[in-house]
């Protein structure tokens, strides 16, 4: 069974950098896709990016350019750094894994909530 749990400060104030981590247990990191989605309140989920088996990087084109997701294959832990935070960054953020096999989520995480003051 895999399980993926979010990890990181709750409150981030505005223009700081946005930082989580996503630590894998039951399955590892150098195998399918590891994605970051968030959830802004009262609006549906948004693909932020993923990291591949390779540590090849893919991400939305709307955050592409405040976006960096890195590895610790060691530590079998995925972060997400989201840079120039803005109040409209607050969202429930969710670390999930793609199948290679199917392209499918299969595997997600309980959500962290992250709040962006101004």
């Known amino acids: 069974q895999v399980q993926l749990q979010e990890s990181g400060p709750g409150l981030v104030k505005a223009s700081q950098t946005l930082s989580l981590t996503c630590t894998v247990s039951?399955?590892?990191?150098?195998?399918?896709?590891w994605n970051w989605i968030r959830q802004p309140p009262g609006k549906g989920l948004e693909w932020i990016g993923w990291?591949?088996?390779?540590?090849?990087?893919a991400y939305s084109p709307s955050l592409k350019s405040r976006t960096s997701i890195s590895r610790d294959t060691s530590k079998n832990q995925f972060t997400l750094q989201l840079s120039s935070v803005t109040p409209e960054d607050t969202a429930v953020y969710y670390c999930?894994?793609?199948?290679?096999?199917?392209?499918?989520?299969?595997?997600w995480g309980q959500g962290t909530q992250v709040t962006v003051s101004s």
């Open positions: 990291i591949s088996y390779s540590g090849s990087t």
């Open positions: 999930a894994r793609v199948l290679t096999s199917t392209s499918l989520f299969d595997y």
């Open positions: 039951g399955g590892s990191i150098t195998t399918n896709y």
